[in-house]
């Protein structure tokens, strides 16, 4: 996807240390690299950074339905095409068919000549001594005639067996053409599909970017955890999301996400830099058991949060044994939507760097790890979250159970809120907010 491959990309160059910046420059293509806000392409050099506009995303759409609405007719008539080769009124399979009866004749005709020139030359041979000189030339008559026949008959049926082997190629090769069309067809019915959702779900990302879901104070996130993790280890984080508003907040998440920091030694790409080394699970007070944090499952379900309420979670990292030596950072942010139709993104990104030291028994011991076991135990939630018992208005309130949730507030804005997660916290948010902002504002 286009603007998530740009947010990717500014995402694995903010969290860079200036250093490993500058080292990573080859895989940049620039050899130094501006500041953000002054970076411009060169003349005539098109902007890859740019966010596609709200009308171009349209016309996309349009032009990929355009495509595939194409594609559909294109495999209908495919499959027509080869629907009608097994259909006995085809021009090729009415030629094949009387090709077959034809050779069948001949064949016959064939084998009658032969057993009759086979009977006139045992009449032949069979003439007695005394035979007259007409019964002989009667007989020799009748042989030739009867070899003239199966000549005839042969060729007759050398010609039969030819235009039936053309005929039944004819056939088989239109057969396999029309089947290579329509394998064809699905391929591109099948890559239009594909382009299609793509394009309808860059525009729906564009518009929930861009829309009525701004930045807001009302969620506070605070995320801490041990200095260094050895790789092939875990280690538990805390992680705590505070409604610092004024008001209760109706539906909460919070997003989280943890990873190696890039060393500059290899290319920076969009395809899940950060998840390559470190899992993460998460765990609360009302919901026990390790859960992954995955594409599908990526947002922790907070439920209801009143005014000064706040939800504790634990996030278990695990590194990867093969994960280098090298700073780590874990970060998180929080998304509300209230019943009346408002909805923010938390302005507060909370973040925890550690240093990830080499596996157990590879290099001199490092510092013991802090595990599940040792780690302070994080505490039950006293206000809001699962725990929390008036909401505004004194109104007695359900309780809400922290579950993970594969969709829920403004869940295309996910990609984005871990994007600008990470940047903020280590001191580059511009990079992604300012990119937002100009989405925003095209809409």
Known sequence: MKIRRILATAVAAAVTTPVVFLSAAPAFADTK?????TQKPAQGEDDKDDMPTLEELKAAVAL???????????LAEAKAAVDALSRQDHVLVAAAADAAKAAGEAATAKTAAGEALAKAEKALAELP???TEEQRTAAATAVAEA?????EADAAKTAADARLKKASTELLEANQAASKVYGLAEKVKKAAAETLAEAKEELEFFEEIGGECTEDEALGIALSGPKTVAAGDSAVFT????????????AVEAYTDAGVLPDGKEPIDEDGFFKRYITVEWSSADVLEWTEITEEFDSIEVGTLVKGGHYDVKLRLTVDPEAPVGPGV????????????TCGIGEDFGHANFDITAAKGDKPEPKPTPSETTATPTPAPTHGGNNNTTQQGGSSNTPV?????????????????????ATVALGAGAMVVARRRKAGASV
């Open 401 to 421: 159970r922290g579950t993970l949730a594969a969709t829920g507030a403004n869940e295309n804005l996910t990609g984005l809120g871990l994007a600008a997660a």
């Open 330 to 341: 874990a970060w998180a942010y929080g998304e509300f939507e209230n019943n009346d139709g």
């Open 239 to 250: 992680l705590r999301v505070t409604n610092t508003s004024d008001r209760s907040l109706d």
């Open 33 to 37: 690299p501006s500041p953000a806000s």
């Open 147 to 151: 070899k003239k026949t199966a000549d």
């Open 129 to 131: 001594a005394d035979a």
């Open 64 to 74: 990929a339905q355009k495509e595939y609405d194409e594609a559909v007719v294109g």
